[in-house]
């Protein structure tokens, strides 16, 4: 089926064949168009497809003021955005719940901060000496490796394997109280 010529102000006509046609004619100009917006392919045809499916669903009601190729990419751009912000809604609220979780986990261990202080305190205390003198020196004085390192006469490369050992031995002595150590170490037990 050829095609007629788009005027401005002229309506849709609601036949399957003119948006089928429609489709076929533009698709991959508005799918590069998406994509550009989107970077992702599949997300990209889905908008596409989106914006025919809509077209057809409302082909009689539609009233193009401009060119209609200037219509079908100006809807491709709204429903990409569109996408763009919703996607950012649920991302915030994911972000959101995933901190509710984190208090309510913590509120939960509320109770057990003496015993988790108790615990953190024992395992620091049987930490290496130099293991301990790192860890002590990063997380509470702050300090970067390099400006460890020359403190206490190593190699950088001594520091971070020192942290890491410590780390490793912390995690593992704390084991069900690592939300709540994590809080600990970076709020109450700094001197």
Request: aromatic residues 8%.
């Given at each position: ?5 788009w005027n ?5 006509n ?7 046609q ?11 168009y ?14 596409v497809?989106?914006v025919?499916v809509?077209?057809?669903e409302?082909?009689s ?12 990419y ?16 649920k ?10 979780q984190e208090?309510?986990?913590q509120?939960?261990?509320g ?8 615990r ?14 790192v860890f ?14 020359d403190?206490?006469g190593?190699?950088v490369?001594?520091v971070?394997n020192?942290?890491?050992?410590a ?7 704390l084991?069900g ?5 994590i809080?600990l ?5 700094k001197?």
């Amino acid at each position: 089926m050829e095609l007629r010529p788009w005027n401005a102000g002229q309506k849709l006509n609601g036949a399957s064949q003119e948006v089928e046609q429609l489709f076929k004619t533009h698709f991959k100009g508005l799918h590069a168009y998406a994509y550009i917006i989107l970077r992702d392919s599949h997300l990209a045809e889905e908008i596409v497809q989106e914006v025919f499916v809509k077209l057809c669903e409302r082909a009689s009601g539609i009233n193009i003021q401009t060119s209609l190729e200037s219509y079908l990419y100006r809807s491709v751009y709204n429903e990409s955005l569109n996408h763009q912000k919703h996607e950012k809604v649920k991302a915030r609220y994911r972000t959101m719940m995933s901190r509710k979780q984190e208090i309510a986990e913590q509120q939960a261990i509320g109770g057990d901060y003496p015993a988790l202080e108790t615990r953190l305190r024992l395992a620091l205390g049987e930490l290496p000496q130099q293991c301990r003198t790192v860890f002590l020196m990063s997380r509470f004085e702050e300090l970067k490796y390099r400006e460890i390192a020359d403190r206490m006469g190593i190699s950088v490369k001594t520091v971070e394997n020192q942290m890491g050992k410590a780390l490793r031995i912390l995690r593992h002595k704390l084991k069900g109280f690592l939300l709540l150590a994590i809080f600990l170490l970076t709020n109450i037990l700094k001197p």
